[in-house]
């Protein structure tokens, strides 16, 4: 069993910057792609960022520029620096990971989300 767990979320005035962070532990043998997604009330989850294990990424256009998307293969953590936040930034962040086990089977494994308010 996989476990990711995030934290780094909170309110923040616009303008201001946030670095949130996603620990993945368990029966990890390799992580592949990893993602943050976010989810504003009333709207569905969408992709904000995703990087992949050879370090390339692709971002949203809504935050292209301002967030920065990184990890650190050897812990197992996965980072999102997000800068010049405005209050359309606001959501429920959530991270992804594709993780392969020891068994040689990947899996698909979702963190419990962290609240990111960004105040106008």
Known sequence: ????VESGGGL???????????AASGSIFRINA????RQAPGKQRELVAVIRRDGSTNYADSVK??????R????????????SLKPEDTAVYYCNADVWGFSGRGSNYWGQGTQVTVSS
């Open 72 to 83: 650190d293969n050897a812990e197992n953590t996965g980072y999102l620096q997000m800068n």
């Open 65 to 70: 520029g301002r967030f920065t998307i990184s």
């Open 1 to 4: 069993q996989v476990h990711l």
């Open 34 to 37: 990893m993602g943050w997604h």
């Open 12 to 22: 923040v005035q616009a303008g201001g910057s946030l670095r949130l962070s996603c």
